[in-house]
């Protein structure tokens, strides 16, 4: 899964997306860019409920990476 900030989220808002991953026991991954950041989630991200990730402050879009067949 991977989580895309807006452009110019705070760093309290991408300490509050990780802060609900550390919650629901999951590790991440943090890629900085110029005007993006990007949140890998790694695990089995089943069980996370994407619109209300999408609904934390700062969360531009989430995707969910599709399992192999």
Not at 37 to 66: C, M, Q, W
């Amino acid at each position: 899964m991977l989580i895309i900030m807006k452009k110019g989220a705070s760093e309290e808002q991408k300490r509050q997306v990780k802060q609900y991953l550390v919650e629901h026991d999951f590790d991440f991954h943090q890629s900085t860019g110029a005007n993006r950041t990007i949140i890998g989630v790694i695990g089995d991200t089943t069980s996370i409920d994407r619109a209300e990730l999408e609904s934390l402050n700062g969360v531009h879009v989430v995707f969910k990476i599709p399992e192999e067949s």
